[in-house]
């Protein structure tokens, strides 16, 4: 069954055109990021600075491998929507994607656990705890998107995991924020009662 046969060509290709667009947008502005960081801080850590490393390499990755799989379905396969059925590339890029937001998750979930006062720092070690548990999530989605026969079975077998991964992910983030914007408020009202 072609993924075509679901959709039409903006709701599939098109889609993934979109994507990849808004992909290679954000690794500019990453890039960018990585630039005025080792500019503006050549004394920090070398932890920090592998870890800016490690993020960017793996974005390029991300860029790269989501611009393969918009040129592979929309010139190597061209006029055969037949055979786009699988999306091998897209599987390697979930796994990356779950390294990348389990790396960034860590070092914010890090900062509450140093930051928040006990109890409240135990939120960081949560987040940490659940974002490596994603991550593995997005390990095991990732092979079987790559193993699987066509994306349509694919979406219908993993459709589970896919929403509690990204539900778990944005809940992590907010759950970071909200630590984050508490502690800064408690910091600001301490500062200002002096």
């Not at 907010?174 to 984050?180: E, L, S, Y």
């Amino acid at each position: 069954m072609p993924i075509i046969a679901g959709g039409s060509l903006g709701d599939t290709l098109g889609a993934l055109q979109i994507g990849a667009i808004l992909a290679v947008y954000l690794f500019g502005i990453i890039t960018l990021q990585a630039y005025t960081y080792f500019r503006h801080f050549p004394e920090d850590k070398a932890v920090f600075k592998a870890l800016v490393a490690t993020v960017w390499t793996l974005e390029l990755a991300h860029s790269a491998l989501v611009s393969y799989e918009v040129y592979r379905v929309t010139i190597t396969l061209y006029g055969r929507p037949d055979l786009v059925v699988r999306f091998v590339g897209l599987g390697v890029i979930t796994v990356i994607g779950g390294f990348i937001t389990m790396l960034c998750q860590i070092f914010f979930s890090a900062r509450v656990w140093k930051v928040l006062p006990r109890p409240y720092a135990y939120i960081g070690i949560a987040c940490i705890v659940l974002t490596t548990i994603r991550c593995v999530g997005s390990s095991l989605l990732g092979a079987e998107a790559i193993l699987a026969a066509n994306v349509q079975e694919f979406r219908t077998e993993w459709h589970w995991l896919i929403t509690t991964l990204l539900t778990v992910g944005a809940a992590i983030d907010v759950t970071i924020a909200g630590a984050m914007l508490y502690f800064l408020t408690r910091k600001r009202d301490h500062m200002l009662n002096k």
